[in-house]
C-alpha cells in the first residue's frame, strides 16, 4: 500500500503571491504541487502554462510537480511542462491522437506517467497502457472548473481500477481529483486511492494546516 499523497492544486490559490503559497501549503504538510492547466479549447476555461511551472522552480520549490493537462493537442505542452521543472505529467485520452505515443513521451522526459479518465470515460481505455503508466487520474467532477460537487459513482470506479491493478500485479498509484474535502476523502481513499488532489479544501482555507490535518485524519 503507496503512502497516502496530499496534492493541492494551485487553481485556488493566491496568484499574487504564488511562490509563497505554495511554500506555505508545504510546509503545512502537503506532498505534491497540482496543476490543472486549462486551455480553452480541449475544457471551457483558461489557467496557466509552463513559464508559472518554470517559476516557481526558480522561486526554490522541489517538492514534485504533478501536472495535468487538460489540454488539446497534448504532446507540445508535455516537453514545454517537462522542460520548465514538472515530475508528473497526466492527460486525457480523448485529447491525445497517439496515447501510448504521449506517455512514452512523458518518460523520455523523465517524467513519471499518467492517463486521466473523465466521470464517464470506461477503464476500458486503459488495457493496453496500464502497465505502462505510474498512476491514473480519475476526475470526480467534469474536468474544466474548481470548486465542483464530487460525483459518487467515482468510489465504485476507483474500487474497480484498484481491484485490476491488484491483479495485473502493478503499483500503479490512483489519483482522484474534484470535491474532495474531509468528508469525501475517506471513502475514494478505503475504495484505493492513494493521490489526492484538493482545490478549495485546502486553499480556501485559513488555517492550511489545520485543512491539511482534516484531510489526512480521514485516513485513520
Do not use: W
Amino acid at each position: 500500500m503507496h503512502k497516502p499523497l496530499i496534492a493541492p492544486s494551485i487553481l485556488s490559490a493566491d496568484f499574487a503571491k504564488l511562490g509563497e503559497e505554495v511554500d506555505s501549503v508545504l510546509s503545512a504538510g502537503a506532498d505534491i504541487v497540482h496543476f490543472d492547466v486549462m486551455d480553452n479549447h480541449y475544457v471551457p476555461n483558461l489557467t496557466f502554462g509552463p513559464t508559472i511551472c518554470s517559476a516557481l522552480r526558480n522561486y526554490g520549490i522541489t517538492a514534485d510537480i504533478d501536472v495535468h493537462l487538460m489540454v488539446s493537442p497534448v504532446d507540445s505542452m508535455i516537453e514545454a511542462f517537462a522542460k520548465a521543472g514538472a515530475s508528473m505529467i497526466s492527460f486525457h485520452p480523448e485529447a491525445a491522437l497517439h496515447v501510448d505515443r504521449s506517455i512514452e513521451l512523458i518518460k523520455q522526459h523523465g517524467c513519471k506517467a499518467g492517463l486521466v479518465l473523465n466521470p464517464a470515460t470506461s477503464l476500458s481505455v486503459l488495457d493496453y497502457v496500464l502497465e505502462k503508466l505510474d498512476y491514473v487520474l480519475l476526475m470526480s467532477v467534469n474536468p474544466g472548473f474548481g470548486g465542483q460537487k464530487f460525483i459518487p459513482g467515482t468510489v465504485e470506479k476507483t474500487a474497480h481500477l484498484k481491484s485490476i491493478i491488484d491483479e495485473m500485479g502493478l503499483s500503479t498509484r490512483i489519483q482522484v481529483d474534484g470535491g474532495i474535502n474531509k468528508d469525501t476523502i475517506k471513502d475514494v481513499y478505503l475504495a484505493g486511492a492513494d493521490m489526492f488532489v484538493a482545490g478549495s479544501a485546502i486553499f480556501g482555507q485559513r488555517d492550511y494546516k489545520k485543512a491539511i490535518a482534516d484531510l489526512t485524519q480521514q485516513f485513520k
